[in-house]
T-cell receptor, first 110, second 112 residues
Framework: DAKTTQPPSMDCAEGRAANLPCNHS???????VYWYRQIHSQGPQYIIH???NNETNEMASLIITEDRKSSTLILPHATLRDTAVYYC???????????FGSGTKLNVKP | NAGVTQTPKFQVLKTGQSMTLQCAQD?????MYWYRQDPGMGLRLIYY???????DKGEVPNGYNVSRLNKREFSLRLESAAPSQTSVYFC???????????FGSGTQLSVL
């Protein structure tokens, strides 16, 4: 599975959009990009995933560049409850394991 | 954390003691995972089971054994606990068809 690179931490003002970047320059054609988040010491929570096209759900939007070497998770209106560690993961198909890296600590400030 | 039950929630061991962490699911999914998370770090995969009776090593399998005797349960055993195994242990299941991981609430283990 391709390796991902994320900034260790980011700040965002409450009510503003949070844009979390992820670099996956060695991604292969059949690898999906997944995002999870971990709030405090709870188990991680699934947010969104995609292959090529941009995706949106009730939680967030995922923007994948045309060359698929990077992606951005967008939380459109960040709240204090969005303060968490966000993990970007790439995984091949449905049959490989999920490997978590170190993630990005997002601090949403009032 | 509905659907994935981990026991115990907390455990303190002395070096050299053994114990088994239990994970049970009620969602009838095939794939189950064990991760550990050290303070301030991300999750690291210990073992993975794609289906009943099959297991596969992850990133950090040394010092652990696993057992998947049925579809519902996936246990993690420490035969001789070491202080380096002090961590929070998470069990997860993978939803069939929707490719999402669902996590248990974790077991906080301290080895003195």
């Amino acid at each position: 599975d391709a390796k991902t690179t994320q900034p260790p931490s980011m700040d965002c003002a409450e009510g503003r959009a949070a844009n979390l970047p992820c670099n996956h320059s060695t991604i292969s054609g059949n690898e999906y990009v997944y995002w999870y988040r971990q709030i405090h010491s709870q188990g991680p929570q699934y947010i969104i995933h995609g292959l090529k096209n941009n995706e949106t759900n009730e939680m967030a939007s995922l923007i994948i560049t045309e060359d698929r070497k990077s992606s951005t998770l967008i939380l459109p209106h960040a709240t204090l409850r969005d303060t968490a560690v966000y993990y970007c993961i790439v995984r091949e198909g449905n049959f490989n394991k999920f490997y978590f890296g170190s993630g990005t600590k997002l601090n949403v400030k009032p | 954390n509905a659907g994935v039950t981990q026991t115990p929630k907390f455990q303190v061991l002395k070096t050299g003691q053994s114990m088994t962490l239990q994970c049970a699911q009620d969602m009838n999914h095939n794939s189950m995972y064990w991760y550990r998370q050290d303070p301030g770090m991300g999750l690291r995969l210990i073992y993975y089971s794609a289906s009943e009776g099959t297991t596969d090593k992850g990133e950090v399998p040394n010092g652990y054994n696993v057992s998947r005797l049925n579809k519902r349960e996936f246990s993690l055993r420490l035969e001789s606990a070491a202080p380096s195994q002090t961590s929070v242990y998470f069990c997860a299941i993978e939803g069939t068809g929707n490719e999402k991981l669902f996590f248990g609430s974790g077991t906080q283990l301290s080895v003195l």
